[in-house]
């Protein structure tokens, strides 16, 4: 498994706000890559948002990469976001409930 964390800083707007533009404009775009395992979003608090992607290949977690990339700076300029801080890497420890 890989996965690709994504920290913005918001320059306006509200963490909700930002979710529910991700969830109906991003989300689709990321479940159709395949090998897709999961997608989360978290207010970090201080206009911190923080995504974080799963996949079953590392390609596929860079592929996530360039449909942020591409899709974040138009569809959510009127957040302001930051450039993306990007970590991404194999999964070394993986525990479910």
């Not at 994504?6 to 930002?18: D, F, I, K, N, P």
């Not at 990321?30 to 206009?47: E, H, L, P, R, S």
């Amino acid at each position: 498994m890989h996965t690709t964390v994504r920290r913005y800083t918001m320059g306006a707007g509200s963490a909700a706000e930002l979710a529910k533009k991700v969830e109906e404009g991003f989300v689709p775009l990321i479940k159709d890559i395949d090998g897709f395992a999961g997608y989360y979003v978290i207010d970090g608090g201080n206009n911190v948002v923080v995504s974080i992607s799963v996949f079953e290949e590392e390609a596929q977690a860079e592929e996530s990469n360039t449909v942020a990339a591409g899709w974040v700076p138009e569809a959510l300029a009127e957040f302001e976001p930051t450039a993306a801080e990007v970590t991404q890497g194999e999964v070394l420890v993986s525990v479910s409930a």
